[in-house]
């Protein structure tokens, strides 16, 4: 195990702590960054990469659970080795701490199994506590995002804040890098991401933003999304707010629903200073993403390093209000619209009664064409081929005539005929039906079938029950060793006249038997031998 000190005047109230082979990884690259105001711890099961860390501040975790060797890609394991090393890792965080950054590569062991502990040594200190993760690449297999998956779930249990990184996401940016460049660009981004904050806390400005302002932000602040971005040129703090905003610093870039945002712009002082209206453009921007409900913390402030950039860092937080505000209008959005469609259905349904020009059509037909040429069929009598020009000249000229017949006949019946199809033909309450022929399917009658279907059924189950008990044998109503090893009038409860036994002076048999003798001529003696009990023969 490697001890440190650490004396308090020069401790600083930030510390990165890099827990696993991934989190000592991107602490590595950020130490050679020589980030001021800020104190670098590793943390690792791994002996051999602790040596190679340049870190001064080394933690061996769990050095009797896995003697110097990794944890084996098995978070528990990570997990027990941090909890035994627990006093090493609170000692250096009880030396004037307030923030700590602690980052790790989620999926392996080490880090997925420790990062959590050590946050919660953090947040049981009091410490301001932000986790910076990675995700792992998707071809690196389920089993390992699932456990990324899970350590990300504890983490954000005992965190303030956490930044998720999705190393997927960083391939869809920068396309197929070697492998060694795309580890570098994850460990690149993570150190981006501390030091945005870190730059905020310590650079004084114009318009300060300190420790108590990201505390406000971040504290209790969940999910996060932060984004940096430096750039020059014509509309340069449009661009740069645009580039911040869609850094690959996290899975998601949509700022909507962030209840607290910690906006810091910073450039050159001089000619290439911003100008007010480039703050108020990248203010109203990123209001304008966030929401109007979004407390904007602004900071300004002046970089030499610059020259004719403008840098914008943004971080977002409080994204649980936006998850539960998007879930109530989209519940209440449902049923609306299920209610227009309900009225588009009915409305669709109130031009149904047009079966009314259906009556019409039927008015010709009921018109009595027959019933016309019946009245001059007795002229065919007397001439037949008279009647037949007659009949044509007839029908022209009593045309009229019928045609007011057939119409006061069809206002004398359409108050018959109306009301019939207005009742058979009305479209408008087909659902009806539909409702009764539910009725018919729930009649009494097959209700009735129903039952007696279920007890016919319960009839012959209780009657195979009947046959299967008389069939069974004598010895499944007894147990078998009661039957094989019990008397049956212990079984039965019997009492048995001669279960006293007799007393030394009780004689139950006879001593004396009669038989005949040979001796003495067959005549009868008593003998004093019993050979059934004695086994031995007469004297």
């Not at 009598?381 to 000229?397: H, V």
């Not at 006061?408 to 659902?431: F, G, R, W, Y």
């Amino acid at each position: 195990m490697i001890h440190f000190e650490i004396p308090k005047n020069q401790s600083s109230i930030i510390k990165v702590i890099g827990v696993g082979g991934g989190g000592g990884n991107a602490v590595n690259y950020m130490h050679s960054l020589n980030i001021e105001a800020v104190d670098f711890v590793i943390c690792n099961t791994d002996s051999q990469a602790l040596a190679l860390s340049p870190v001064p501040n080394k933690i061996q975790l769990g050095p009797h659970l896995t003697q110097g060797l990794g944890a084996g890609a098995n978070p528990e394991i990570g997990k027990l080795s941090c909890e035994e090393s627990l006093d090493d890792v609170a000692k250096i965080l009880k030396v004037n701490t307030r923030m700590a950054f602690i980052t790790a590569g989620m999926g392996g062991g080490t880090g997925t199994g420790g990062a959590p502990v050590v946050a919660k040594i953090c947040r049981d200190l009091g410490i301001l506590t932000v986790g910076i993760v990675t995700t792992p690449f998707t071809y690196e297999g389920r089993k390992r995002m699932k456990q990324a998956q899970e350590g990300i779930d504890r983490m954000r249990e005992h965190v303030d804040t956490i930044l998720i990184i999705s190393n997927d996401k960083l391939r869809q940016q920068f396309g197929n890098l070697p492998f060694t460049q795309a580890f570098a660009k994850a460990d690149d981004i993570l150190a981006t991401a501390a030091k945005c904050i870190t730059d905020v806390i310590n650079t004084t400005g114009q318009i300060n933003v300190d420790f108590a302002d990201v505390c406000t932000v971040m504290k209790n602040g969940g999910v996060a999304i932060l984004g940096a971005a430096a750039v020059s040129g014509e509309n340069r703090a449009l661009h740069a707010v645009e580039q911040a905003l869609n850094s690959p610093l996290l899975n998601d870039s949509d700022i909507r629903g962030a209840k607290w945002l910690l906006l810091n712009i910073t450039s050159a002082a001089g000619e290439f200073e911003h100008t007010m209206d480039e703050a108020e453009a990248i203010q109203a921007y990123v209001q304008q993403q966030a929401g109007d409900n979004c407390d904007v913390i602004l900071g300004m402030g002046h970089d030499p390093n610059l020259g004719d950039k403008i840098a914008v860092t943004v971080i977002a937080t409080g994204f649980n209000y936006k998850e539960v505000a998007a879930d109530f209008p989209v519940r209440n959005a449902e049923p609306e619209k299920i209610v227009v469609r309900l009225g588009e259905n009915n409305a669709a349904s109130a031009p149904a009664p047009q079966p009314v020009e259906r009556k019409d059509a039927m008015a010709p037909t009921l018109v009595e064409a027959p019933q016309a040429q019946a009245n001059p069929a007795p002229q065919s009598y007397f001439n037949p081929q008279a009647n037949s020009g007659r009949e044509q000249f007839t029908l022209a000229g009593n045309e009229t005539p019928t045609a007011s017949a057939a119409q006061a006949s069809a206002v004398n019946e359409a108050p018959d005929e109306i009301p019939m199809q207005l009742v058979i033909k009305n479209e408008t309450p087909q659902q009806q039906p539909s409702m009764k022929i539910g009725d018919h399917v729930l009649s009494a009658d097959e209700m009735e079938e129903k039952r007696r279907f279920e007890e016919q059924k319960r009839a012959l189950e209780d009657r195979a029950e009947r046959l299967r008990r008389m069939s069974f044998n004598i010895k499944g109503s007894e147990g078998n060793d009661d039957v094989e090893n019990v008397p049956a009038y212990v079984r039965r409860n019997m009492q048995l006249g001669n279960d006293t036994p007799p007393s030394a002076t009780d004689t139950y048999y006879s001593g004396y038997t009669v038989g005949y003798n040979d001796q003495q001529n067959g005549q009868a003696s008593i003998q004093t031998i019993n050979t059934f009990l004695d086994g031995k023969k007469p004297d």
